[in-house]
Every structure is written in structure tokens, then in C-alpha cells.
């Protein structure tokens, strides 16, 4: 009987434990919460497409549109604005003064970090929900071009960052820097599995136009590979993307930029965006609007805020073949010329700012404004990233770069054809700067030609008058608040 | 366990040996007065009895060898071996109460003198003296280093308890364990049904209780019966009016338009004609009186209790009843409650046992403490022009009013809310003894409460042509409306403990204590509302009577969980009564903490030394001399359920397809977080007790650092993170304090006499908020549009932030001279001082201007007896707090103000403290400043009772043990230089929004009468 008592005491005392680890796991019975969603394919894909939010972001808070960086830094452009001191921070990084304690860089670190979290969320929480696996498989590799979209406008601004490749608990915050060279490493693996993962452009049903492509993810590949020099697997990719004959040129130079030539027939990689949701100055992580349109409108009765101007030495590149190269029309807006519906240019008509040259490209009518009176309204062009244009011209210099001259000239001069234009027989070095003076007509005021400086070698010699130094200008300065807040755990680029 | 079966032989063989029987008198020196109702038990056992009313009692015991312990509150403890003798005498002497009280620990009690941590006690005795509404009460004053705050003087208002101060930004409520039961909030228990409150203040003592120790813990135990005494039916009642204790001084209706005609013209603007002669407006409405009121207040207590030798039990019912001073009915607070509590020997070596208590309240809740439309804060502003009740008896409403002002009187007339509660808490338990001093004890209890709140907001409309509604918005409801909401908390705890406790060799005593517990909380609440009842007879305001469709209809449904599950060990050694030690550890796993920190450890160790004790202790005057310390810590897990996790927001969207179709995305935007856990709180604690002059004297000392750190905050977070920052374990805030409680008895010719009083002191500041940690601003206040507090690392908790007043500009040179402030400040403007010297007034020269929490409170007591008479004064106060006067809207011109504004600057050299009126503020006169601080210290006669017990010659004839009638008054003095309606204000919202008067609901100056009788 005693050991009956002392069997009831020590179940007692002890039974209670056996089952403890259960009793504490409660999740939340009301709400969404992080325990309770991530269980349907319709949770998959709300997941995926908080990430493709994270796309659009420009003002988060501060403005970091990739024309700021891709065209105002280079010698296509400058600021632009009402003067100096409208966004005084992006004149001096223009002229390579700036400061690591700008809201523009910790805006841009912050909105690609986002992206990268997102991303992350859904490459942990969407395995193990019960779905269609081709689906699945298609909604991770989406992620995956995402996040390595992200490093790479990370890597290539500001060199190694953090390399987050999960969701980070509060104690990893404190992150410090990985190399360039693991961060392109990470890009190249990310964009390896999703263009075996994700669908072709022809094989995604209409509604879902907009969604990152096997093409998309092959090309940000090509990038990467003549970031990294890699020239021999850059033409092989890039040919991989001809091959698919998912892309074809447009007829029409001038038919890409309007709002009917959004996701055209050469559209790669497209940010997409619509006018029908209120300007937002805040975070605009919930808004469908860009604010390109606006910002690059001339001011004056235009109602822009003039930014981003063409320089002279832009416009004059378009004379150099000894005729005007007939993309100019469709890339800049003269004195003179009508600015759509919205009046004819003129000094005057701009509010008397003395530029000649506006950018034409993300332009909109009066007529596609959204119809509800914001003061500010944000416009619906979608951001060209990545054209099919953009892939031949990197196909012409990878192609180079293993000595297929035959083939760059192919290419490049596949480009000049659709607008007319004599095709290049130059060799060696001067069918290298063929093909680079190509990429800044091609695709002037789409945000590549910094880039394009930096990532070929030329920005110490095009850019020195501008102010640029070797071995500084290259990247731009960490954000100081970022370093700050892990406790210097994040580096300081060097010259900044 | 083979020793455990001779054992038992033994306890029954001594069972059933031959009686001896023995009787005698207790008497108590050094008067020889008769001990009416002391304990007479044989030591180690369950046998006893009670002395009666001359002191004699007559047990059986089973031999000489018999212990038998002699014990009156009071009084030291006697201990008489019987051996030969059969009349035992025995003459008790005074002990002071405070040593020899025994003091609820935690999983054990202890006496004091053999405590080295820092307990605080209030006994029934205490209670009794001194009718409390609320338990809570009980504390105020009576324990060093216990604040007790009102939320609200309204009838059943909570109120917040701070143990040793606030150490966090979260929630700061102490842990409350009735009968071994955690329970959330007092309001369901009798005061009179309390046996004692123990506070655990150092972190040593409540490390027991580890992850929810932090903010101390009150041990409250409930009456039981004692073994081997009779029968006792007793009936306690009183009965009494509660008033206000004071008016605000308001402007009268002439000086009201005196100085709305001013500020009429300081605008530019006509005034109205009909204040062209305000000395024919006479005195006009006094807001204050309107809704004040006389109210009763009412208890009956019907108590049965005794014992036999195997079992103890206690019946009681008690029924309260309490109006509002404001509100009368409508601010009514019932309760009524039942309590069994049982005990019974089964076998030699099982117990039995049982504490139940069911309760039934219901409350009648006005809008209280709210600056935009309480009736108090209506009465403070409402103009006195306009009358309570138009010429037809209908309500008036004000022509200057528009929003939050209108007729408070109506405002309280058209109030119907009421919350309804059923709650049961009560426990069954088991002790099983498995060998000498080894005892095992099962409880199980539950905690239940089904409440019900149901709202109904009347039709109504004070508008003088009802055909055109001129009324403003808030002098009518066109559309009646009604909701209600079923809140359900159902907790259940298994605790199983284990103590072990024996003495070798005479001087070395160990108890040893280990258990386990889990615990399960889940809450359920579900609701709906609908408008337009046909009916606007609030009997009739059910959803289901509502003729609006089913559409228009609302109904929410809530859930939530969580669980504990606990081990725990202690360990109390005392070495030949002058070492003691103590060491206790816990471990806690709950489920509300992140997946990488589902555990906490919390250590603790006390040691003590009792250097009177020691043989070469030889200071005639000190009879007791203990030191004692303490480290220990411990946890607070009121972090929330979930708050590891985080919320999906949707919206994050993107647009695909050809049509632009804007597509939901998901995502959490803050992080969730793992690493979630408690805050943690590190406590040392220093102290000394002492007892001299034979007694006499008592003197408890204790010193105290307590640092909270985890503090959970959401401070900035790096942005590789992506989200925004979640609530982090960070921020760290230090208190430190003094707290002395003292003790005198005394005696002149008949008269006895007890003075005690405690004093503590209190520091506390926030010493981190975490990297780049922001501060915190609370305290909103809604004429200056601004926040009055701020939390921030080197200041105290809610501390008051804004400008500091420099006097009034007597003309435009002064203005012109000083900082700029706005374009039309004039003279009669209040000037603010440029603290950073920039030449403009701007948020820079904002700075700390007050502190709600006291450095100190105290309080005290004198208690007189002669005869059978009684009288009992017990003060209480604070000091060094302050309080932020938001009583007055400012943001509206029309509203009235207090007579100080009759000072106000007329003209150069009238005023330099109260500006000028105007019907517009450029200046912003009514920003956050040092103008609506005040000094919110005080010093109160809570109460003072004289009782009066009839002489037992009398009762004895009627059978009564014992009848007392006494009359007791509360509140009846307050010293104070708060002008507002009363100076003890709490937090009222969050744990930051200290010592902001809103309007406050005031306590009543109560006056009853009651008897108390025992047969």
C-alpha cells in the first residue's frame, strides 16, 4: 500500500512533466499571425507577392529611385529639381561629395533589405505547405530572383553587405559585411536555381503578366557574369535567352516607353506599376504608383518636379555618326516639341528653369493621370528593367570578350537595325566602345549607364571631370545610421 | 518508505493511550487581564483548545510528556511540558507583533524572527480595525514599501498596487496568490474573509514564485477553522453616507462673463449681449453640486466557524453594496460572496482540504477619468450660465457648448452600462504525511469567472424645438443602440509539493521544499451590438429587440491561451537560532515566451543572523537584534500571450496581368520574435529587525537595489533586419529604496496603547531603453494637443516634460525683448524660458517639470484602548509627487474655470502667474508646462474609528462572546496643496500615465456606523 502511495506521489509530481512540452506550445486562436498563416497555396502566393511589393518601393521614406543612381550619377544626367537644394543630398553625391548620412542611401539599403526579407519568408514557409510543386517550385524561384535582384543593386552600390539568407532573429541584427565576392556568389546561386525553376514568359496564363520570367532570372544572370567577368558562361546564358524565342525586339523604338508598350515584346525584366492608387509621401510599401513620372516631369505647367536632365553631352552623343540618331527623339524632349498632352515645351512653360532637355521615357499624358486630384499624382509607367535589347548588347560584349567577334557584331548590330542605323564593322577595341556607345544610346535614362561606367572601367576616365576618384566613387558610402545601429559591426567603405 | 509503516503504528498506538486531563487560565501580563480565545495545542499534534472569556480551558493529553504550546496574537508563545501537574496556569507576555507574527511564505510559512528576506504582513486584526472596501486597501499605509493608488474613486474601481516601486515600462502589477491560487485582480474577495496579507518584496522571497515574482507578490490567505474549538457564529454589518470631501472653487456666473466679455474683446470680437451685465446673473449653476451626492454604503457579514479534533471548517456569505458620489445608482457597485473553507483529518496520515469562494458582482460603470466626457470633467467645465433643467423640468443644454461639454447630469441620466460577473476560485488539496516531517501536498484549483457587460444608450434629444433638434451632437442620440459582451477566463493550476522538514541535534533545522506546477489560462470573449429598439426602456435593451437589420448588426469573437508549467526548490536552514539561511531556485517554462527562451531560471539566497542570540550579547535594551540580506531574481511574464510572433498584415500588394489587377500579398512587417522571454529583475536587499525595550519597541529596516533588465521595448533596429522593429528584451530601469516600519507599545494607567508607523522612500529611473532607443511619451492630454510625459533613460518613469513659465509679459517691450514665441503674442502672455538660448521658444526648450511617482509615502497608525472602549486614527500620505492638473479644457473658450483665473493679467502689474483670457491662445498659453503642475502630496486621516465592546458581564447574559459597536469615518481630514477634487490619483491607462488628473473620480469622505457581534 505504501507503494501504491509513493507510485500516486511520484506520478503526480512527475506526470504533470512528461507532458510539459506540448502544454506550452500555444499558438494564437484569433487573427493572422505568423504561427497560424503559411497553410494554402493562397497563403504561398500572398507571400510572393509582398515580396514583388517590395519591388516598387522608391520613397521608403526617402526618394532612392534607381535613376538617381543609374542616370544622375553618371554623365547623362543631372539632378535637376527646383534648385540646389531640392534633395541637396543627391547633388552632392552627383558630384562625389556625399555624405554617409543621407536618407537617400539608408532609404535604398532599407527598401532592398525589405525585398530581402520578404524573399526570405517565403523560401522558409512556403516548403513545407501541402500544394501543387511545380507552383511551389515556381513561387521560390520567384523569391530567389527577388533577393538576388536585391543584392544585386546592393552589391553593385555599395560592395559586401550582410548576408541574410534566412529570417533574421533579434539577436543576429549585428551583422556584419560578407565580401562583394560572396554576395555575387549568392546572386549567382540564387539566379542558377530560379531560371531552372521558373516558367517561361509564354508559359505563365495572362493574368499573371508581371511575374519574374525564366528570362528575366537568365538575364540578371548575364549581368552578373559581366559584373564577375565572366564572359565565356555571360554569351552562353545570353544565348540560352535568344534561343528561347521568348523575346523579339519591338518594330518601333518609340513604341516601348508609352504606357501601351508596357510588358512588350522585348520586355525581360518590368517593375510594374499602375496610376490607380493615391500619392503616397510615406513608406509606399502599399502603393501601386510610381513616381518616376512625376519626379522627371518638367515643372512649370507641366506640374513635374524636373528632375533627372539630359545633359548636353548626352544629346550631343546622338549626333556623332554624322546624323541624328533617330532614338534621340524618343529619349529626350527639345524646346520646342509638344510634351504629350500637356502643353509645348518651352523655358518658359517650365517655370524658367534654363534646361533644355527633359527626359522622355517615363513620360505620361495628362490623360492617363489617375482621376482623383491628387496634387501629386503617381504615374503608372512601369519600370524597364531589363529589355531584350539590353541582352543582345550583353551578348555583343560577352561575345567579344571570348573573341567571337563575329557574333558581338551580330548582336549589336541587331539593335542598330530596328532603328535603321549603318551596322558596325569595327574590330577589337573599337567594336568594344561600339558596343559600349551602343548601350548608352540604346538604353540612355533606363538607369544603366553608371553602372555600366563602373562595371566596365570607364567612370575614372568618363566621370573624372565630375569629380569621381578611383577606387572611392566605385560604391557608395554605407549608410552612417546602419553603422550605428550595430554598434559598428558594419564597415565603412574605404575614402568615405 | 519501510520506515513509514511503524511510524503509523506508533501515531495510532499513541492515539488510544489512557487521558490525562488538564485545565488552568491563560492570563496576560503584566496586568493579568484574561486571554479571551487563546490556543492551548499539544505540540505535534492536532489537539487543542480554545481558553473562554475568563480564560480557563481544560484539555485531555495522552501523558506527561506531553508539550503543550500556549499562543495569543501578540503575545510570545509559552511552552509548558505537562509532567505531574494538572492545573496549568500560565501568564503570556507581550511580544512585539511584528517578531512573532507567523508569515506566509510562499510553499510554507515561517516566523518572522526566522526570516532573513523582506516579507510584509497585515493580519485580520489590522483589517478588522479599520472596514475596507476593497482588499487592496489593506495595504495602503500599512506596509512599507507598498504604494496603493486609486484608479478611481468610483465604487469597485481598481486600484494599482506597486511593490517597491514601478520597475518596468510594461505592466507592473504584483503577482496575487489567494490560497495558493494565482488570480488576476482582488475585486472578487471579501475583505472580510481575509486571515492574512503577506507582501513578498525582495526578490529572495518571491524567487519562489520566479517568472512572475518580479513585481512582488501578495499572498493573501483566507480564514479557515482551527481544530478543537466551538462553534462561533458571528454577524458583522455597518452601514454609512459617503460625501465629496471638497469642491473645486469654479468661476460664478457673474465672473464668468466677466471673463468671457474679456476674452471676447482680447479677440477682436463682439461679446455676447446677454453678458452685458454680469452682476444680473447672479451666482448661475453650480456643476459641482449637480452631480454630487450623498450616498450609502452598506455591508452584512454572517460568518460560522469551529472545529473538532479532526477537522476545521469556515461558512461565510457577506453582501456589499456601495453608491457612487457621482452617479449615485448608476455608479453602483454590488457583491456578494460565499466561502467555504474546510479541512479534515481522514486518516493520521491524510488531510483533506478545501478552500471555495464564489462571488457574484456587478457593477454600474459611468464614463470615468476621461478628459473629453465624464460627468466630472462636464461639471468642471460646463458654463454656470446654463441651468440643469429648463423651465418644463426637461434637461438644459448649453448655448456655448459644442462638443465633450453638455449636461453632465443628463450625461449620467442617460448611462447605462453594467458588468456582471460569476466567479468560483477555489481549490482542493491533499497533504499526505509520508514519514516524520516529510509531508507531500496535491492542490488542484480553479479559477473561473463568466462576466457579462451589457450597454444600451438611450434616445434622447435636449433640444428646445424637438421638430428642428437644434441641440448640439452631444446633447442628443436620435438613434438608441445596445451591445453586449460575454467574457469567460477559465484557469486551472496542479501544484504538487513536497516538504521535508526536521531538526538535528537540537540546533540545526532544515526544511527542504520541492513541487512543480502547471497552470492553464484561457480566455474566451464574444459580443455583438445593433441600434434602434423600438423601446427606450433600458429592461428592453436586448439585440434581439432591435428592429435594424441584421446588417447593421455587430458581433466580434476573441480566444486566447497560454500555460506554465514550473520546478521549484527551497531550502531554509537555521542553525542553533542564530544562522539562518535560505536558498531557493525555479525554473519556468511558459508558453508565452519565444521558442529560444521557453525556459527561465530564477535563483535566489538569503542569509541571516541573530546577533542577540549570541552568548556575549549583552545590550540590556535590545532584546532582538537580526541582520539580514538577500540577492535573488526573478521574472515578469505579463509580456502578452503572443507577442513572440507577429501579425500577417495584407495590403502588401502588386499588380499583374493585363488589366492591372492590384493582388494581394502577405507579410509580416515586424519581426517576429524567438527570443522573447521575461524581464528580469535583480534584487539585493539589506536589513535589520530589532525589538527592544522588552518588546516594546519594534523597528523593521530594509535597503533595496532592484534593477529590471529585458525590459521588453521596441527600440530601433538595424534595417538589414527588413521589418520593423519587434518588442525586444532591452531596456533596464533601477529602484532603490529605504523603507523602516516601527512599532511602540505602551500603557498609561488603563489606557493601552499602539503607535506604528512605516515611511519609504523610493527612487526608481530608467537606465536604458536599449541602442538608439527612443523615448517614450505618454500622458496625453487633450487642451495642449500634446503628451505631458516622457520616459526616458536618467529620468523617473512618466516623468512630466514640457516648457517652463517665466512670468507674464507686463508689456510689449517684455515681449518684444524676449525669446520670439508667436507672431501675436501680446502682453498678459505667459513668457516661456529659451532654455537652449536660441532666441525662439521651439520643442528644445522643453525639459522635465514634475514627477508623478512620491519619493516618499507613508503612513501611521494610534490605537487607544480603556476598558472596552477603542479608538483607532490611521494616517497615510505621500510626498514629492506631483500632479499634472489637466482638469480644465483649454482648448475651449467657452469653459468654465477655477477662481484662480479671476487673478488673471488685466494690465500691466496686475498679474505675473495667471495670463490673459482670450477667445483664441496665439501664444499657446495651454502648451504643456509648468503651469498645470502642481505639488500632489498629501496626508490623510484615512480613517478613525471608536469602538466601544460591551462588557462580558452583559454579554453573558445574552450568550454573546463578543459585541462591539463602533463608528468609523474616512477621509475625513486631507492635507493637501492639490487644488484639484482630490489628490490620490494612480495610474489611470497605461503604466506611464502617472498622476495625470483628468477629471478623477474623487474618494468619498465616508461616515458609518456598525456592530459586530459573536456567539
Known amino acids: 500500500m505504501k507503494n501504491i502511495r509513493l507510485i500516486l506521489c511520484a506520478l503526480a509530481f512527475f506526470g504533470v512533466a512528461a507532458c510539459q512540452k506540448d502544454f506550452l506550445e500555444k499558438k494564437p486562436i484569433v487573427g493572422v499571425t505568423e504561427e497560424n498563416f503559411y497553410r494554402t497555396e493562397e497563403d504561398a502566393i500572398a507571400a510572393v507577392n509582398a515580396a514583388y511589393a517590395t519591388l516598387q518601393f522608391q520613397l521608403s521614406p526617402a526618394g532612392h529611385f534607381r535613376w538617381f543612381w543609374g542616370d544622375i550619377m553618371s554623365d547623362d544626367a543631372t539632378k535637376g529639381g527646383s534648385g540646389d537644394n531640392d534633395v541637396n543630398d543627391l547633388l552632392q553625391l552627383e558630384n562625389f561629395n556625399g555624405s554617409s548620412n543621407t536618407d537617400l542611401l539608408e532609404s535604398e539599403w532599407s527598401a532592398n533589405f525589405e525585398g530581402i526579407y520578404r524573399a526570405n519568408v517565403v523560401l522558409e514557409k512556403v516548403p513545407p505547405i501541402v500544394m501543387d510543386e511545380n507552383l511551389k517550385a515556381r513561387i521560390l524561384a520567384e523569391a530567389r530572383f527577388i533577393r538576388a535582384w536585391n543584392y544585386y543593386n546592393l552589391v553593385t552600390m555599395f560592395g559586401g553587405v550582410p548576408l541574410v539568407d534566412h529570417v533574421l532573429a533579434p539577436s543576429e541584427y549585428d551583422m556584419p559585411r560578407a565580401s562583394a565576392n560572396e554576395i555575387w556568389d549568392f546572386i549567382e546561386q540564387d539566379l542558377d536555381i530560379a531560371s531552372r525553376d521558373l516558367w517561361k514568359r509564354s508559359e505563365y496564363p495572362p493574368a499573371d503578366l508581371g511575374r519574374i520570367t525564366q528570362g528575366a532570372a537568365q538575364a540578371l544572370l548575364v549581368k552578373t557574369y559581366l559584373w564577375r567577368q565572366k564572359w565565356a558562361e555571360a554569351k552562353t546564358t545570353a544565348e540560352a535567352i535568344v534561343q528561347s524565342n521568348e523575346y523579339q525586339l519591338v518594330a518601333n523604338y518609340a513604341d516601348i516607353f508609352p504606357l501601351y508598350g508596357e510588358n512588350n515584346s522585348e520586355s525581360v525584366f518590368e517593375i510594374q506599376y499602375m496610376n490607380a492608387s493615391g500619392g503616397n509621401w510615406g513608406k509606399n510599401n502599399a502603393n501601386e504608383g510610381s513616381f518616376t513620372n512625376v519626379f522627371q516631369r518638367a515643372r512649370g505647367q507641366f506640374g513635374g518636379y524636373g528632375f533627372n536632365i539630359p545633359t548636353q553631352d548626352f544629346v550631343d552623343e546622338f549626333f556623332k555618326e554624322g546624323f541624328e540618331d533617330p532614338r534621340l527623339k524618343s529619349t529626350v524632349f527639345r524646346v520646342g516639341e509638344p510634351m504629350g498632352d500637356r502643353g509645348v515645351f518651352t523655358i518658359d512653360a517650365t517655370g524658367g528653369f534654363p534646361h533644355l532637355y527633359y527626359p522622355k521615357k517615363y513620360f505620361s499624358n495628362k490623360s492617363e493621370d489617375a482621376p482623383f486630384g491628387d496634387p501629386n499624382p503617381n504615374g503608372g509607367s512601369n519600370d524597364r528593367v531589363i529589355r531584350y535589347a539590353d541582352v543582345l548588347l550583353m551578348h555583343a560584349e560577352a561575345a567579344y570578350h571570348t573573341g567571337n567577334e563575329d557574333a558581338a557584331r551580330t548582336s549589336l548590330n541587331q539593335v542598330r537595325d530596328r532603328v535603321g542605323i549603318p551596322h558596325i564593322t569595327a574590330t577589337g577595341q573599337a567594336l568594344l566602345d561600339a558596343i559600349y556607345r551602343e548601350r548608352r544610346l540604346e538604353l540612355g535614362f533606363e538607369a544603366h549607364r553608371f553602372f555600366d561606367l563602373v562595371r566596365t572601367g570607364q567612370a575614372p576616365q568618363v566621370l573624372q571631370n565630375l569629380g569621381f576618384v578611383a577606387g572611392i566613387h566605385e560604391l557608395f558610402p554605407i549608410p552612417q545610421s546602419q553603422i550605428q545601429a550595430t554598434n559598428g559591426a558594419l564597415t565603412q567603405n574605404p575614402g568615405y | ?1015
Open chain 2, 1 to 1015: 518508505m519501510r520506515n513509514l509503516l511503524p511510524f503509523l503504528f506508533l501515531l495510532l498506538a499513541s492515539a488510544v493511550a489512557a487521558q490525562v486531563g488538564v485545565s488552568g487560565r491563560v492570563t496576560l501580563q503584566p496586568y493579568g487581564d484574561a486571554a479571551i480565545g487563546a490556543t492551548v495545542r499539544v505540540k505535534g499534534a492536532n489537539i487543542g483548545a480554545v481558553t473562554d472569556i475568563d480564560g480557563n480551558y481544560q484539555l485531555n493529553v495522552s501523558g506527561p510528556e506531553v508539550v503543550l504550546v500556549f499562543s495569543y496574537t501578540g503575545f510570545a508563545d509559552q511552552e509548558i511540558t505537562v509532567g505531574n501537574q494538572r492545573t496549568i496556569d500560565v501568564a503570556l507576555a507581550e511580544s512585539a507583533a511584528q517578531l512573532a507574527e507567523v508569515v506566509v511564505t510562499g510553499y510554507g510559512a515561517q516566523k518572522r524572527s526566522s526570516i532573513s528576506g523582506s516579507v510584509a504582513s497585515v493580519s485580520a486584526e489590522e483589517i478588522a480595525e479599520r472596514p475596507i472596501l476593497r482588499v487592496e486597501q489593506a495595504l495602503q499605509g500599512r506596509t512599507a514599501g507598498v504604494q496603493v493608488a486609486q484608479t478611481s474613486g468610483s465604487p469597485g474601481s481598481v486600484l494599482t498596487v506597486r511593490v517597491r516601486g514601478v520597475g518596468t515600462i510594461n505592466n507592473s502589477d504584483p503577482l496575487y496568490i489567494v490560497d495558493g491560487i494565482p488570480v488576476d485582480g482582488l475585486d472578487f474577495l471579501n475583505p472580510n474573509d481575509i486571515e492574512s496579507i503577506n507582501v513578498l518584496k525582495d526578490a529572495a522571497s518571491a524567487a519562489i514564485y520566479g517568472a512572475r515574482g518580479a513585481n512582488g507578490v501578495v499572498l493573501i490567505t483566507t480564514k479557515g477553522g482551527k481544530r478543537n474549538q466551538d462553534g462561533k457564529i458571528s454577524y458583522d454589518a455597518y452601514y454609512g453616507i459617503q460625501r465629496p470631501w471638497r469642491l473645486v472653487d469654479l468661476l460664478d456666473a457673474r465672473e464668468y462673463a466677466t471673463l468671457q466679455n474679456e476674452a471676447y474683446l482680447a479677440a477682436g470680437k463682439t461679446p455676447p449681449p446677454e453678458f452685458a451685465n454680469p452682476a444680473v446673473l447672479g451666482e448661475g449653476t453650480n456643476w459641482q453640486e449637480a452631480i454630487f451626492e450623498h450616498a450609502p454604503i452598506a455591508s452584512h457579514q454572517l460568518t460560522f466557524t469551529g472545529g473538532g479534533e479532526r477537522s476545521a471548517y469556515t461558512l461565510s456569505g457577506n453582501y456589499f453594496s456601495q453608491d457612487g458620489i457621482v452617479g449615485g445608482d448608476k455608479a453602483n457597485f454590488q457583491r456578494a460572496t460565499v466561502r467555504f473553507n474546510s479541512s479534515h483529518d481522514l486518516k493520521t496520515w491524510f488531510t483533506l482540504g478545501n478552500n471555495i469562494g464564489f462571488t457574484w458582482l456587478e457593477r454600474d460603470g459611468l464614463i470615468e477619468n476621461s478628459q473629453y466626457n465624464s460627468p466630472i470633467i462636464r461639471a468642471l467645465n460646463m458654463d454656470p450660465i446654463t441651468p440643469v433643467r429648463k423651465a418644463d423640468g426637461t434637461f438644459a443644454y448649453s448655448n456655448y457648448a459644442d462638443t465633450d461639454i453638455a449636461n453632465p447630469v443628463n450625461g449620467i441620466e442617460q448611462t447605462h452600462s453594467t458588468w456582471r460577473t460569476n466567479r468560483v476560485v477555489g481549490s482542493v488539496y491533499g497533504d499526505l504525511k509520508l514519514a516524520p516531517g516529510l509531508t507531500f501536498r496535491s492542490a488542484y484549483s480553479l479559477d473561473a469567472t463568466f462576466a457579462v457587460q451589457r450597454g444600451f444608450v438611450p434616445r434622447f434629444d435636449l433640444s428646445n424645438v424637438p421638430s428642428l433638434s437644434e441641440a448640439p451632437a452631444a446633447e442628443k442620440n436620435l438613434v438608441n443602440s445596445v451591445s453586449v459582451g460575454n467574457f469567460n477566463w477559465r484557469n486551472w493550476q496542479l501544484e504538487n509539493v513536497l516538504t521535508w522538514q526536521k531538526t538535528f541535534q537540537q540546533k540545526h533545522n532544515l526544511t527542504l521544499i520541492a513541487g512543480t506546477t502547471a497552470l492553464s489560462n484561457r480566455y474566451d470573449a464574444s459580443g455583438g451590438a445593433n441600434t434602434n429598439l423600438p423601446s427606450n426602456d433600458p429592461d428592453d435593451a436586448y439585440i434581439s429587440n432591435t428592429i435594424d437589420p441584421i446588417a447593421s448588426q455587430s458581433a466580434y469573437q476573441f480566444a486566447s491561451e497560454s500555460s506554465l508549467f514550473s520546478w521549484f526548490g527551497k531550502t531554509n536552514y537555521e542553525f542553533d537560532d542564530r544562522y539562518l539561511f535560505s536558498a531557493t531556485f525555479r525554473a519556468d517554462g511558459s508558453s508565452r515566451f519565444g521558442r529560444n527562451n521557453r525556459y527561465g531560471y530564477f535563483p535566489s539566497f538569503s542569509a541571516g543572523w541573530i546577533a542577540s542570540h549570541e552568548s556575549f550579547w549583552n545590550v540590556p535594551f535590545v532584546n532582538f537584534f537580526k541582520l539580514r540580506a538577500s540577492w535573488g531574481q526573478n521574472g515578469n511574464d505579463r509580456i502578452g500571450d503572443y507577442s513572440f510572433t507577429t501579425v500577417v498584415s495584407t495590403g502588401q500588394n502588386y499588380t499583374f496581368g493585363p488589366g492591372e489587377n492590384i493582388t494581394n500579398g502577405s507579410v509580416a512587417l515586424t519581426a517576429a520574435n524567438p527570443d522573447l522571454k521575461w524581464e528580469t529583475s535583480t534584487q539585493t536587499n539589506f536589513g535589520a529587525d530589532f525589538e527592544l525595550f522588552d518588546g516594546r519597541v519594534g523597528l523593521i529596516a530594509d535597503y533595496y537595489i532592484k534593477k529590471t533588465s529585458d525590459m521588453l521595448y521596441a527600440a530601433p533596429i538595424p534595417l538589414v533586419a527588413g521589418t520593423a522593429a519587434p518588442v525586444q528584451n532591452v531596456a533596464t530601469a533601477e529602484n532603490r529604496g529605504i523603507e523602516l516600519a516601527l512599532n511602540y507599545r505602551g500603557r498609561i494607567s488603563e489606557v493601552r496603547y499602539t503607535l506604528g508607523g512605516n515611511i519609504s522612500f523610493i527612487e526608481s529611473e530608467v537606465t536604458s531603453l536599449g541602442r538608439g532607443g527612443e523615448p517614450v511619451y505618454s500622458g496625453y492630454v487633450q487642451f495642449a494637443n500634446a503628451n505631458a510625459a516622457k520616459t526616458d533613460v536618467g529620468h523617473p518613469l512618466g516623468a512630466f516634460y514640457g516648457y517652463v513659465t517665466d512670468g507674464i509679459f507686463q508689456s510689449q517691450a517684455e515681449v518684444e525683448a524676449a525669446a520670439f514665441q508667436s507672431e501675436q503674442t501680446s502682453p498678459g502672455d505667459i513668457r516661456f524660458k529659451d532654455l537652449d538660448g536660441n532666441g525662439v521658444i521651439d520643442a528644445n526648450d522643453q525639459t522635465y517639470i514634475g514627477n508623478p511617482t512620491p519619493s516618499i509615502i507613508y503612513g501611521f497608525n494610534a490605537d487607544f484602548s480603556w476598558k472596552g472602549l477603542e479608538l483607532n486614527l490611521f494616517f497615510q500620505g505621500t510626498e514629492g509627487n506631483d500632479i499634472f492638473n489637466s482638469t480644465t479644457r483649454y482648448d475651449f473658450a467657452y469653459v468654465n474655470r477655477p477662481s484662480s483665473a479671476l487673478n488673471r493679467w488685466t494690465g500691466p502689474g496686475t498679474s505675473n502667474t495667471e495670463p490673459r483670457v482670450s477667445l483664441n491662445d496665439p501664444n499657446q498659453n495651454a502648451r504643456i508646462s509648468d503651469r498645470f503642475i502642481e505639488d500632489g502630496s498629501y496626508l490623510r486621516l484615512k480613517t478613525l474609528q471608536l469602538g466601544y465592546n460591551l462588557p462580558q458581564n452583559w454579554l453573558k447574559k445574552v450568550r454573546f462572546d463578543k459585541m462591539k459597536i463602533y463608528v468609523t469615518g474616512q477621509n475625513l481630514l486631507t492635507f493637501t496643496k492639490y487644488s484639484g477634487l482630490d489628490p490620490e490619483i494612480g495610474n489611470v491607462g497605461g503604466s506611464l500615465e502617472i498622476g495625470i488628473d483628468r477629471g478623477f473620480y474623487p474618494q468619498a469622505r465616508t461616515v458609518m456606523g456598525g456592530v459586530s457581534l459573536t456567539f
